[in-house]
């Protein structure tokens, strides 16, 4: 069983920047698949930004490419968000999530086998 537990969610104004931070226990972090998803009020949850076992990185939405960066460190068992230029519609609770499986779509957020508790984050205007 992996236990994932975010954190560096708050309260920021728009422009600001927040870094999120996902610590896992259990399981071998290595080898997962880890990923980043949000969900805002009333919405699907989406996936942000996805990063292999070997530091390849995907971005979900368009709007979050050039602002948002996935990083891992293996020998911390985490995995980062660092989210810069940060905007209103970002406003959401972001998921850390782990994913056993090395194949098939990384963005489809049934494929997760793990989920943290979440962060809020809002971004005010």
């Known amino acids: 069983q992996v236990h994932l537990v975010e954190s560096g969610g708050g309260l920021v104004q728009a422009g600001a920047f927040l870094r999120l931070s996902c610590v896992a226990s259990?399981?071998?972090?290595?080898?997962?698949?880890m990923g980043w998803f949000r969900q805002a009020p009333g919405k699907e949850r989406e996936i942000v930004a996805a990063?292999?076992?070997?530091?390849?990185?995907?971005y979900g939405a368009d709007s979050v490419k050039g602002r948002f960066t996935i990083s891992r460190d293996n020998a911390e068992n985490t995995v980062y968000l660092q989210m810069n230029s940060l905007k209103p519609e970002d406003t959401a609770v972001y998921y850390c999530a782990a994913r056993q499986s090395r194949t098939g779509n990384v963005g489809e957020v049934y494929s997760y086998n793990y989920w943290g508790q979440g962060t809020q984050v809002t971004v005010s205007s």
């Open positions: 990063i292999l076992w070997n530091g390849e990185s995907t």
């Open positions: 259990g399981g071998t972090f290595s080898s997962y698949v």
